[in-house]
């Protein structure tokens, strides 16, 4: 066995291109293993609130050149935006209706469980709903409770129209002045400018029809100053199409809210603003992450492969070259002297 090792070793110390491959076949090995090195790097801890009130129904929106109602939107972009978190962040998913929101989970890994998130994301509808009335301001105090009752930190970032339905008016507008818990989180605006109706659905998802603008007022003699009274509302369809509740985008209402609560907001319209407000948030903390080290050991592998054979192969063109070159090319041309002419005097 001695001898072998030496005759072996004796090889690959005169073998320059059998010690680089054998040296690429070991990187190659190690990074099957999917090594992993700890490294102290930010944790981004994200909770996803959705508005899934009816509103978010309504159309308006665009994704790809197609009209898509705001919910749907919202899943396409949310979609989007957690496909390229990195590794390392967590996700909690969780839906806001009433004047409550509900966790779906606690925060997760994203890598670990993306294929879970996503189809999270995927089957987000109004159907899950536990009242028809949205209650926007109502949203800060339910939101901040539920960020206590979990083990960990985490930046809230709250998806919505901004509709609140009923209207709000001086008895049952929450008062905000002395709320602290919104530092850091995002409030993303989904909707259009231009108005439009919001359809009715059935339990089977079938449009019944279109709320009237009588939906989102108060019902007669009903303060709706208590808790109790939320969800009084009429909730027949409208006659007409001049009896349709015409849905907009409140944005200076959102804007205003997000103030109040000392967040950020942005206008979820433009894709890239929004991946950009996520990454100015500050971090959930800071800790110790593995840092996945397979590829930089597979390139690693790539590129002693191809120095094993290109710089043989690379010096032998240039001696061929070279040999074939006449000697001319290499010899200096004399230069005139500056005293002598051209012609005879």
């Known amino acids: ?90 996700v909690s998913v969780s839906v806001f209706a009433g004047f409550t929101v509900a966790a779906l989970y606690t925060p997760i890994e994203v890598c670990g469980n993306y294929a879970a998130i996503q189809d999270t994301i995927a089957n987000l509808e109004w159907r899950m709903a536990w009242s028809g009335n949205s209650r926007v301001r109502e949203s800060a105090d339910a939101i901040s409770r539920l960020l206590r009752s979990i083990d960990e930190p985490a930046q809230v970032v709250f998806f919505t129209d901004g509709e609140e339905a009923p209207h709000l008016h001086a008895f049952n507008t929450k008062d905000l002045t002395n709320f602290q818990g919104g530092s850091g989180w995002l409030i993303v605006g989904v909707g259009s400018e231009n108005p439009n109706p919001i359809p009715k659905l059935d339990e089977s998802n079938r449009v019944i029809g279109y709320w009237s603008a009588e939906n989102f007022t108060m019902q007669p003699g009903i303060a709706q100053i208590s808790q109790q009274n939320f969800g009084n509302r009429d909730d027949n369809v409208a006659s007409g199409n001049d009896d349709r509740y015409q849905s907009k985008l409140d944005e200076e209402y959102l804007k205003q809210f997000s103030k109040e609560i000392n967040a950020d907001y942005v206008n979820g319209e433009d894709i890239q603003s929004v991946k950009r407000a996520l990454n100015n948030l500050k971090p959930a903390k800071r800790d110790i992450s593995p840092m996945q080290i397979d590829w930089i050991l597979a390139i690693i592998a790539g590129i002693v492969i191809i120095s094993a054979y290109t710089p043989q192969r690379l010096f032998q063109l240039i001696r061929r070259l070279s040999a074939r070159m006449p000697d001319s090319i290499f010899k200096k041309k004399p230069q005139a002297s500056s005293g002598t002419s051209s012609k005879a005097s």
């Open 1 to 90: 066995m001695r001898v072998f090792l030496t005759r072996f070793f004796s090889y690959i110390r005169h073998r320059r291109d059998a010690a680089l491959l054998a040296t690429a076949f070991l990187l190659l090995i190690a990074a099957a293993f999917k090594p992993t090195l700890p490294v102290p790097r930010n944790i981004y801890s994200y909770m996803f609130v959705v508005d899934i009130s009816q509103s978010m129904n309504t159309k308006g929106m665009f994704w790809h050149g197609n009209e898509v109602s705001r919910l749907e939107y919202t899943k396409y972009m949310l979609h989007d935006v957690v496909s390229t978190l990195p590794c390392g962040s967590r």
